[in-house]
DNA sequence: ACTTAATTCGC
DNA sequence: CGAATTAAG
């Protein structure tokens, strides 16, 4: 018998697991629920809400081809014993899959049990992730080629041999509990494509200029990013589609065109950093705990670690924007990228927090989370990755920026309704207010500039730089380097005309 | 791979 | 004087 196992991706449509697991006649289509891996800090209530709309949703799209997901809760060797004693395994395919620590240390486990009982273990490619990479070059050539590939089509019709299947366990009984979270993000096949369709034809359109703003966001991003985090959208077929809506841009008049041609390229370069981020966990599994670069492995272990963690964490930091992110969060488990990135600025930088403890707290709170782009991010966030510029963002200038009336703050923070506009990004320097309100726990442009003149002055040491090149071969981006260097050659041309009047 | 603040540009 | 560019915290 023939296993599909379905790990984190459900996917049926574009599945080369699936698609090749159905050329044998006897093929158990599987998902494991492992409650081991719901007990990780990472994992969450709001995640396996979505999970359990996409378990059900896969099984519906299964049914159509004559079959069922089969599901098991447990442990996945264990499980995989039982079904190999019951009905003896030939082969089992399923996707080379890059996620956390933990799912890493199972497949190891499982790859050492399955070789042991002679079971072929056939991992194939879902993405533009390249397994047992050596360096950065050339990576991006393959997955041009990758996501040129036509999806896969799994068959009209399957066999269903009647296995056993169990109930999807409630969230209860793995111990999970609602975190908080009371807008919920819907899961399934049909809600992700209504998603894309309604993005590349009407939401998108001003994408480069309202993708920043969490006032606008909502609406104008994709917020494709938990489709693809649980599989229900492949990262190709989204890549496909906007390349065709693209050409079809192209062809508009300028008044249709409008915002569109910026939008569609600022979108499309995101699509790229996907996989590029996931590459990095790919590579290199213990970044979700290890700094990239071991020079800041001594900072970070003075600050007043308990209380701002639990400020910051509840959204309490006397920052308006900063906590109406985190409550938004809490409650809604999505919030676009520059206000994530301010979040995880603020608590590494202004906070001097850990980026081990703060990055798996946030990484519970997102929906999408998808531990290759977390940690990376987190990292780079951090400022920890040493090949990144570091970048702190003052989350005042944040606020005024991209929440100058404030709506967005105070539909999170009732506290601060009736402050006036003047004062709703310092409601501390407004005497009638400041009790309504936490006063900041820390004072920004002093916490900023102290933790910039630590990270500066770390950098300028001999041993920062020579691993800094190390890091970059083995995780930079190459298209990056090559503007660097025009950008150099441009300086290096000015000069020379300058010396020649 | 998308900060901030200072400085220069251009109308 | 705001926009664009660039150096640097």
């Known amino acids: 018998m023939h296993i599909a196992w379905f790990k984190r991706d459900l996917r049926i449509w574009d599945n080369e697991a699936f698609t090749n697991a159905c050329k044998s006649q006897y093929v158990m289509p599987l998902y494991i629920i492992e409650p081991d891996l719901w007990k990780q800090d990472d994992l969450s209530y709001r995640q396996y809400v979505f999970l359990r709309d996409c378990l059900k949703d896969l099984n519906r799209e299964l049914e159509k081809i004559g079959q069922r997901l089969i599901i098991k809760t447990g442990d996945a060797l264990e499980i995989f014993n039982d079904i190999n004693s019951q009905y003896g395994i030939k082969e089992i395919w399923s996707h080379q899959e890059t996620w956390n620590y933990w799912t890493y240390k199972r497949d190891l486990k499982l790859k050492d049990w399955f070789k042991l009982n002679n079971i072929k273990w056939n991992e194939v490619t879902q993405n533009g992730v390249v397994r047992g990479l050596k360096n950065r070059d050339g990576w991006s050539k393959e997955w041009q080629k990758r996501m040129n590939i036509l999806p896969y089509e799994p068959p009209k019709k399957i066999k269903d041999h009647k296995f056993n299947s169990e109930t999807i366990p409630l969230p209860k009984q793995l111990s999970l509990n609602n975190d ?114 071991s020079s800041y492995n001594k900072l970070r272990n003075e600050s007043d670690y308990d209380f701002f963690f639990e400020s910051w964490k509840k959204g309490l930091t006397g920052y308006p924007m900063v906590d109406a992110c985190m409550r938004s969060l809490i409650r809604t488990g999505w919030l676009n990228f520059r206000m994530r990135a301010m979040l995880m600025s603020f608590a590494s930088y202004h906070l001097w927090l850990p980026w081990q403890i703060t990055s798996k707290y946030l990484a519970s709170l997102f929906t999408d989370y998808e531990p290759g782009i977390h940690y990376a991010q987190s990292q780079m966030q951090s400022g920890t990755t040493g090949i990144n510029a570091i970048r702190i963002y003052n989350p005042i200038k944040q606020g005024i920026d991209h929440d100058p009336d404030g709506v967005f703050i105070k539909k999170w923070l009732p506290e601060l309704r009736n402050v006036p506009k003047k004062y709703i990004h310092k409601p501390w320097e407004d005497i009638d207010y400041i009790k309504e309100y936490n006063p900041p726990i820390v004072e920004e442009l002093e916490a900023r500039k102290a933790a910039a003149s630590k990270i500066y002055k770390l950098r300028k040491e001999k041993s920062h730089k020579i691993e800094s090149s190390k890091v970059y071969i083995k995780h930079g981006s190459r298209k990056a380097r090559i503007k660097k260097v025009k950008k150099q050659i441009k300086i290096k041309k000015v000069e020379i005309q300058k010396n020649l009047f």
Not at 212 to 237: C, D, M, Q, V
Not at 238 to 248: A, F, L, V
Not at 256 to 282: V, Y
């Open 180 to 293: 908080g979270i009371e807008i919920f993000q819907k899961g399934g096949r049909s809600e992700g494509l209504e998603l894309l369709k309604s993005f590349l034809n009407k939401r998108g359109k001003n994408y480069s200029k309202e993708m920043s703003s969490p006032l606008t966001a909502y609406r104008s991003s994709s917020r494709l990013s938990t489709h693809i985090a649980f599989g229900t959208l492949s990262i190709k077929e989204i890549i496909q589609q906007t390349t065709n809506r693209k050409k079809e841009i192209q062809k508009l008049s300028n008044v249709e065109k409008n915002n569109w041609p910026r939008s569609i390229s600022t979108f499309s370069s995101r699509l790229r950093w996907h996989c590029h981020f996931i590459q990095k966990l790919e590579d290199e599994p213990d970044i979700e705990f290890k700094n990239m670069h």
